[in-house]
């Protein structure tokens, strides 16, 4: 087993906060706020889905508040991976193979939800005359 104290890479973790927020905070073994992250995100977008179809707001299709939590939470782990220890005991899910099982799990549990719920679309007889 390799002892040698290592820290996080601070532009791993920028560039994995990038495209996924609260993965990021999971390369830096901060579980709490990678859960920060992931209910922010999905307050962010069920807040806009209720915009965008109930009350109108038709600019949120060209413009997401998520872009913004994206940056900041790149600029958070940026800041966390400098101020960090090298420390030779990390938990599983901040190595490599924990965030990929959780990527993939997620991932699973998504392609399911999609796959179950769109699935039952059912087509209306307007877009019939748009093919015919």
Not at 29 to 52: G, N, P, Q, R
């Amino acid at each position: 087993m390799d002892t040698t104290m290592q820290k996080q890479n601070k532009w791993i973790a920028v560039l994995i906060s990038f495209f996924m927020p609260p993965l990021g905070m999971l390369y830096l073994a901060k579980i709490k706020l990678a859960l920060l992250y992931f209910f922010v995100a999905s307050a962010i977008d069920i807040t806009e889905l209720y915009f965008h179809f109930f009350e109108g707001v038709y600019w949120l299709e060209y413009f997401t508040f998520n872009y913004i939590l994206v940056f900041v939470c790149a600029f958070h782990a940026f800041k966390i991976a400098n101020s960090l220890e090298p420390s030779s005991l990390r938990p599983w899910y901040s190595k490599w193979y924990g965030l990929t099982s959780i990527s993939l799990v997620f991932l699973s549990f998504v392609l399911s939800a999609v796959f179950l719920f769109r699935s039952f679309f059912v087509t209306t007889h307007r877009v019939q005359y748009n093919i015919i």
